[in-house]
């Protein structure tokens, strides 16, 4: 059964500064990792996806990468700002194909 | 951009009372999807279905809960007797393709928060 888990569950910097936020999934014969943003009592935004066959994508100020070898992807978010202020969720599929598992979830803060 | 659009936003209900919630998905896409996340919890696969049959339902999943997409463009989750540890959020989603699918994205409403009193 696919379970993941996301280190660390929270985080606190300063703005500008540099962070990783990682992900390790139980499973490594997966298609893709998604990588999610939720803001407080809201829905969940996606944020990068990334095929079995990739090793990065990059969007903006964030880069996720994927090592389906030993079951983890980082996310890579460049000189971070206040509204980057969020919980950021990893997700695989099961191994049927047929849902996305999420991880709990790090929150994320960045201070002004 | 195409969005999952779902209603109510909340609901309050008292326990032991039919809820139903209802999604529209973005039109072309083909895979539909229940999620639920209890405050301060993980979010928790329901179940997911395909050319209007459950393809997966999850433990939580059990009788009290079912789907249906009761025209082209609706996809209802019903609660037929709610219990308080069903408070929750209650997220749909939808995809073109299914979810081990390569380059598939799920894309999620804005949820339904559902509290049982």
């Known amino acids: 059964k696919q379970e993941v888990t996301q280190i660390p569950a929270a985080l606190s910097v300063p703005e500008g500064e540099n962070l990783v936020l990682n992900c390790s999934f139980t499973?490594?014969?997966?298609?893709?990792l998604q990588w999610f943003r939720q803001d407080p009592g809201k829905g969940l935004t996606s944020l990068l996806l990334?095929?079995?066959?990739?090793r990065e994508q990059t969007s903006g100020r964030l880069n996720a990468s994927l090592d389906k070898s030993s079951g983890r992807s980082t996310l890579y978010i460049a000189a971070s700002q206040p509204g980057d202020s969020a919980t950021y969720l990893c997700?695989?599929?099961?191994?049927?194909?047929?849902?996305?598992?999420f991880g709990k979830g790090t929150t994320l803060s960045v201070s002004s | 951009e195409p969005e999952v659009t779902q209603t109510p936003s909340h609901q309050v209900t008292q326990m032991g009372q039919e809820v139903i919630l209802r999604c529209v998905p973005i039109?072309?896409?083909?895979?539909f999807y229940w999620y639920r996340q209890i405050l301060g919890q993980k979010v928790e696969f329901l179940v997911s279905?395909?050319?209007?049959?459950?393809?997966?339902k999850s433990e939580i999943f059990d009788d009290q809960f079912s789907v249906e997409r009761p025209d082209g463009s609706n996809f209802t989750l019903k609660i037929r007797s709610t219990k308080l540890e069903d408070s929750a959020m209650y997220f749909c989603?939808?995809?073109?393709?299914?979810?081990?699918?390569?380059?598939?994205?799920?894309?999620f409403g804005a949820g339904s928060r559902l509290t049982v009193l």
């Open positions: 989603a939808s995809s073109v393709e299914g979810a081990g699918t390569g380059a598939n994205v799920l894309t």
């Open positions: 997700a695989v599929p099961n191994q049927a194909g047929t849902a996305l598992i």
């Open positions: 499973d490594s014969a997966i298609y893709n």
């Open positions: 990334i095929q079995s066959s990739q």
């Open positions: 279905f395909y050319n209007n049959e459950i393809s997966e």
């Open positions: 039109s072309n896409h083909l895979y």
